[in-house]
């Protein structure tokens, strides 16, 4: 029995095993696609990541559909029901690694692109596809080294759609418009070494920390806006002491992440969160690392086009949404005005037996078709 292209071309792809970095050959296959179409396709590697940039067209505006080929470990495979880079139906499922995150999503991007050009070969402006390698790891030669190249060359993007897996319950409920930064930081307290029998001759740097973590813990950071929750602080680590029972620690150490909005920015988050230790009188050493700045993209041509494209081939009307963590759209909001999120749905992203349903594979490459006959017409 013959599969939809969409199908073959995921399938294609779930068995290359490109756990990140190694794109295992996935980047080759997309480009052996996408050039009788008329892309140019550049290599833009970086150490050993896979990053490639393809376009066709010259002339704005551009929509680019963005993405990654490699896909987190397997984990036991004995967690798995199939061998995870065996392309496996079940149940009216596709199982594989990659499957929802975001094989899946390719393959649609491709299709849809080769049926959009078939029928509409004089489109107006320009279809760019970004594929990287880097996305599951840590993130720091892939997409954000791309962006660095076009912006260096001057090639400016009007549109993105990132094909992250964010259905929740069906295809198509929602589409993520945003997304909160990430900022971490790392608290070293200074006090003095002692004996607990003689607190007098020691200063603990966890009494002296904890008021201020309390005052932390408990600030208002902001209001958040229409798009956006508050900003939150959280404490994910701290260590202090050296294991025994009577000895007062000479240092304590906590590590925090604040997720925030639009609302606030670093700068301002960092001022406030300085002037509170400064007012507990701690003596202190505080590193900062910033792991994504938060992107908005408001009502606009971007979102109409795929709320419109969801509704007319699902009847799903899509939500907007800026939920969950961090992706690789942060990177490209800083060279391309409107970027939303948008693909297959993810329960079973980074699970053993990872999988996507097999009657959702048509329907999520005609949403990203009809996005592109929304935002590229015909040239008149």
Known sequence: MS???????CEALIALPSVTPDDAGCQALIAQRLAPLGFVCESMDSGPVANLWARRGTEAPVLVFAGHTDVVPTGPLDDWTSPPFHPTERDGLLVGRGAADMKSSIAAFIVAAEEFIAARPRH???IALLITSDEEGPATEGT??????????GEALDYCIVGEPTSGQTLGDTIKNGRRGSMSGRLTVHGIQG????PH????????VAPALAELAGTHWDEGNAYFPPTTFQVSNMHAGTGAGNVIPGVAVLDF?????????PQTLQARIAAILDRHGLDYGLDWTISGLPFLTPQ?????????????ETGVQAVLSTTGGTSDGRFIAQICPQVVEFGPINASIHQADEHIRLDTLDPLKNIYRRTLEHLLPDAS
């Open 144 to 153: 954000t080294h791309v962006c660095r190249r076009l912006r260096e060359r």
């Open 124 to 126: 107006r402006g320009s």
């Open 201 to 208: 001759l020691a200063r603990n740097p966890i009494h002296a």
């Open 300 to 312: 606009g041509a971007l979102c109409d086009a795929l709320q419109q494209a969801i509704a007319d």
């Open 3 to 9: 599969h939809s292209p969409v199908r073959a071309l």
């Open 257 to 265: 992440n604040v997720r925030f909005s639009t609302a606030s920015t």
């Open 195 to 198: 004996h607990v029998a003689y």
